[in-house]
């Protein structure tokens, strides 16, 4: 893939550092921190994240598998995470080409409405369960993820980062 302008060549990414950033993720949202409809769901965003920037290594199997893992640590309807993270993986790998080429800022505008959307097929799926509606503080969620991915993307890229070479005679 061509780079845009001025954007710098990031070194390979370690498998590791992306299990051990799904596992933090996946152990933040286990905490018992009185799971509210507003709070940003971590692991979607890294779930997103390492979707968009390695499609190859995160897809939508892992994505249901870690789904599968909060639907049982929720005690949730047992799929209702799966479902919404395997969408969640879909709608990025349709959209991580035209996305790569923005800033993070302007990423997170956009990721706004698909993380809207897969917060609603959460509440469909409680709602058509026999579940009840959890409130319209569940709009809040999106929105405090989108302000949480120009962070992500700053810490999870900062490994791959090169530094600044001085050698003339290499130009990369």
Avoid: T
Wanted: glycine letters at 8%.
């Amino acid at each position: 893939m061509i780079m845009p302008r001025g954007q710098p060549l990031l070194m390979p990414v370690n498998p590791v550092f992306i299990v051990a950033s799904l596992v933090a993720g996946l152990a933040l949202n286990m905490l018992p921190l009185g799971r509210v409809p507003w709070m940003p769901d971590l692991l979607m965003v890294l779930l997103a994240f390492w979707g968009m920037h390695q499609p190859s290594r995160v897809g939508m199997g892992v994505a249901f598998v870690l789904g599968l893992c909060m639907d049982v640590s929720q005690s949730a309807l047992l799929g209702q995470h799966a479902l919404a993270y395997s969408a969640l993986l879909f709608g990025v790998q349709e959209v991580r080409r035209r996305l790569l080429w923005f800033g993070s800022w302007v990423q997170a505008l956009q990721m706004i409405g698909l993380f809207a959307a897969v917060h609603a097929l959460q509440v469909l799926v409680r709602l058509l369960s026999g579940g009840l509606f959890p409130g319209w503080h569940v709009l809040y969620a999106p929105l405090l993820e989108a302000m949480l991915w120009p962070l992500v993307g700053w810490v999870l890229l900062a490994p791959q980062r090169r530094p600044p070479d001085k050698d003339k005679n290499r130009p990369l």
